[in-house]
């Protein structure tokens, strides 16, 4: 699946970069670039994490 159009990055390029520790939305855009733009596919990002047991933590 298809998640970030901007940076043509799909679901399995997402989850094998948090699986190497890309914990965050933020370090998933430093890695490979989903989200780095429109920021449109952000909040699929937040739902995959949030799959994985990995809700995004509130700021402290
Ligand atoms: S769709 Fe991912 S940044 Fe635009």
Redesign the pocket.
Known sequence: MLV????DVNDRRIVAEVGSGARCPDLIAERCG????????RPTIEALLASLGLAEQPAA
Not at 4 to 7: D, F, R
Not at 34 to 41: D, Q, T, V, W
């Open positions: 970030c159009h901007c940076e989903a989200g780095s733009r429109c920021g449109g596919c």
